[in-house]
């Protein structure tokens, strides 16, 4: 379903690009970095902007899932991974695997694995929520890239299929096709109907939109791009932003600062860490804080 | 010097052996707004689609003959060139829309001719502000209404300034509120811009009197040419071609010198007649006896509807306190605005919804305790798109399948519904080879297959032309004689006018007003038919086209012997 939703705040009146950079820059610094420390103040950044971006709501549906998959990896990492010396339980010798210890270290990779998957995916939902997929679509095809008007079209297709399918099965109920009785394989099998006819109106209507794309000269030549994204202050500003974290992020990868051991024990987090992280965390936040200024300074918004 | 130029155009889709266009020949010159009138499948959309070269290049199949554009050969031109020089609309704006956001889609036909950038803002602005679209520019394609649809979709080609408009039906998959304001938009681009502009088109009585010239085509080819209503009209008569507006067929039913082609006209007719006195201006005295009688009497109702309440679960109440009792054999038509209630009122009575507040009973029992596959053989429910039926490899397949599902035998119903509804020779034929009319025709017999005795159909004569609305209401009535109770919702007054007995107006989720058509479709501004509107005030009552013959009769022989005795 088409999800993105444009609402009163900066985030949302941002150029693509800046947007896109956040993104990719705090995926990028997920995969990079390894010290949770790091981890957590990157999860902290982009939960702020997701709260500023005011999409709270879907995040935690978000959350929710995720934390049931991160509980899932620490669970498995676990019992595979058989390193680590603080061992908080041993069980007996099983027949097949031997004896399975659970470490404090295995179950703080799996957490710190954990986070990681939860910045990735906190990056996801402030993609769909926050940015809209057209304009950075378009942004990528310049030129006039068929397999982005193929995703566009799917986005544009799509709530039409749900109506369709709606509309299609309350069709064929007055005709007397059970689609809530009987068992399952009875099911699938009443629901042939209403997906013959989905699939049929849906090859018909791509022949004429085809066609509409066709008589509006559609691969008569190169195609030109139409833009009238603009920059502003509020854009350099935030970009200048990450580029300083992400320089922050390359020097601690390099120098090492990053790293972090998980076996065989648990290394030491440095008070050095937490002060970088803090600085990163900072400057990821600046669309947050800038969204801030711009909600209680009239004078801000004009000036931005 | 022809501005468009066909020139013994003969063309066959593929796999077909009989001609979609036969021997075309055809000049247009520059700035006329040419009609194209005729039956489903008489060539109108093909010949339309050969003048904007998507005839042969997209379909493919056998042409001969040539177009030409400006005196070049469609030919010879490229296809950039032949998008420049003509656009077409089409008929269902949900088919052409390509982007989900408006501005995006504006600019679509732009980018794919490769204008600058700062030309494409320009032109962005300015067909926006022409077509009332500024406001919606950032919005999601899929939440417009379907006349704000297609007027995107008509933003999008004029952006790119052809000098041709070609239209396929603009207009038939929209209520008539959004069908005049695009008839209204293209009068105006032709009018003040000098566009050429070709239109195929059903609903003449709302676009008659904007042509200046009328092609009537048959079977591929244009069998008449003329710039005159009159002529058209009498022509059509002759011929006993269905396409007349009901205003023109009224005037030359008496055989009256002038046809009008707009109520304005005819009431100027009707005015000049010297006879008109206010002492015989009241009504006709046989208007009032046709009142359909909607009396308490002992019968058990078939469908009785008591304090219906409903609210959808995002909160909207839908529908407020409605009270209503139908009879075997009535044939009541629902109207009112977009968002009315209509539909949901509908899915009451098929039992898709069930009540919130009060009882729906469908002969005698509750549709609470019914789900919708026990209601459905005495409820037949016609939607609008046929398509959302067919998916079976044959018609008599489709029939089947209905009684099949119902355990219900087939002791002679499907051969006789096929032989009724027309469909024998086509009953091994695949529905969706059929054309609009045609699968609509389908999808209906596979619900009378099962004798419903109440039948519900949503907006029947979307897409239809009159030929095809004829017999979809001479249908209608037969099943109503045998007893069959017929609820339509349409947004087609002449229909209405023309077949109903009772009229339903609902706005807002309530019943502001039930009565016979008589009543209800008479002295109002909006929902009168044009007969109506023609004799108001002149001869109260007048309703349907015989009405309006007799009531027509009447003045012109009051009149002549008014002049006799003057």
Redesign the interface.
Known sequence: M?TYR?KDNLIYKLHPLTMVTFIAVVFVLSLLLSNPVYLLGLLAAVGIVIAAADVLEKWKVYLKYSLFLIVLIMIINALVVQLGQTVLYKTAPLPLTGEITITLEALAFGAGMGIRLLIIISVFCLYTYAV?P?KVL?MFSKG?NKSV?VI??S??LF??LM??YA??T?????????LD?GGWWNRIRNYL?VI??LL??SL??AL?????????????????????ELWRPRDYIILAAIMICFIIAIISALKGWSDYSYYPRLSKVGSGAVVVTGIMTLNLAVPAILNWGWKKWPLLRSKI | MAFIKVKDLSYYYPDTSKPALDKIDLEVPAGQFVLIVGASGSGKSSLVRAI?G?IP??YGGVYGGNVYLNNQDIRNM???AV??TA??L?Q?P????????VE?EI???????????SL??RR?MEVTNALGLSDHL?S???ELSGGQKQKV?LA??LA?QPEILLLDEPTSQLDPVAAEEILSIIKRLNEENGITVIMAEQRLERCFHLADRVLVMDEGQIVYDHHAPEAITYWALNNNCAFIPPLARLFAGVEYPEIPTTVKQGRRILKSFSSISESNLKSLPSAGKKLVEIKEDQDQPVLEVKNLWFTFANGQEALKNIDLRLRSGDFTVIMGANGAGKTTLI?HI?G?LKPGRGTVKVLGRDTKKL???EL??R???L?Q?P?????LPTVREELA??LQ??HLPDNGIIQEMLSRLKLDCYQNVNP?DLSTGERQRVALA??LV?RPPILLLDEPTRGLDYQLKKELGDMLLELQAQGTTIVVITHDVEFAAEYASAILLMSQGSIIEYGSKYDMLSGSTFYSPQINKLFHNIVNGVVTLEQGKEALNRLLKLNETRAVSV
């Open positions: 088409f444009e809209h057209d378009k006039g008007l566009i079209l986005t544009r709530p039409l109506k369709d509309r299609i309350e069709v064929q109920r007055c005709r007397g096709v059970k009785t109907p013959s006819v049929l109106s018909e209507r004429k939109l085809a066609e509409s794309m066709y008589a509006r000269g559609y691969g008569s030549g190169n195609r030109s791009y139409y833009t009238r | 904007a998507v290049d997209f490229s296809r950039r998008a420049k656009g077409l089409f269902d949900e088919s052409q829309l390509v982007m989900s956001n995006q600019v679509f036909g732009m980018e794919n001719l490769g204008l600058p950038n494409m803002k962005l950032q999601f394609i899929p979709a999008s080609i790119m899915k098929s898709l789900s919708v596959e459905a053989p409820v037949g429910y939607a798109d398509n959302d039926y067919l998916f399948f209905t599902n119902l969706r596979s619900i099962t």
